[in-house]
C-alpha cells in the first residue's frame, strides 16, 4: 500500500507566498518521479512542476521564476515554494508519483487527495 499525504493548501492574499508539501510513504521500492499538478474550475489538469530520477526539474510557463519545486529524498518527500501569487494559481493542487511497488510489478502513478488553494484579496 502506497499513499500520498499532502498539506500547505489554503488562502492566500496576490503576491503572498505558500509552501505545499507530499510525502510518500507505504511499501516502496522506488520513486521514479514526482510532480506537482493542478486544476482549476472548468479547466483541464496541468503540470505546475516535476522531476524524474535523474533528471532537470520542468516547470509550467505560468509559474517560472515563480514557484519552485524540491525534494528531500531521505523522506521521500517533495515541495512546492508558491511565491508571488496570482488569482490566476488559484486551483486544486494535486501530487503524483509513480513508484515501484514492493509486491507489485512495473510502476504506478498514484495521486494525492488533493490541496486547495485560494488566492484572493
Known amino acids: 500500500q502506497v499513499q500520498l499525504v499532502e498539506s500547505g493548501g489554503g488562502l492566500v492574499q496576490p503576491g503572498g507566498s505558500l509552501r505545499l508539501s507530499c510525502a510518500a510513504s507505504g511499501s516502496i521500492r522506488s520513486i521514479n518521479g514526482m510532480a506537482w499538478y493542478r486544476q482549476a474550475p472548468g479547466k483541464q489538469r496541468e503540470l505546475v512542476a516535476g522531476i524524474i530520477s535523474g533528471g532537470s526539474t520542468n516547470y509550467a510557463d505560468s509559474v517560472k521564476g515563480r514557484f519552485t519545486f524540491s525534494r528531500d529524498n531521505a523522506k521521500n518527500t517533495v515541495y512546492l515554494q508558491m511565491n508571488s501569487l496570482k488569482p490566476e494559481d488559484t486551483a486544486v493542487y494535486y501530487c503524483?508519483?509513480?513508484?515501484?511497488?514492493?509486491?507489485?510489478?512495473?510502476?504506478?502513478?498514484?495521486w494525492g487527495q488533493g490541496t486547495q488553494v485560494t488566492v484572493s484579496s
Open positions: 503524483n508519483a509513480v513508484i515501484q511497488s514492493w509486491g507489485l510489478s512495473g510502476v504506478n502513478a498514484y
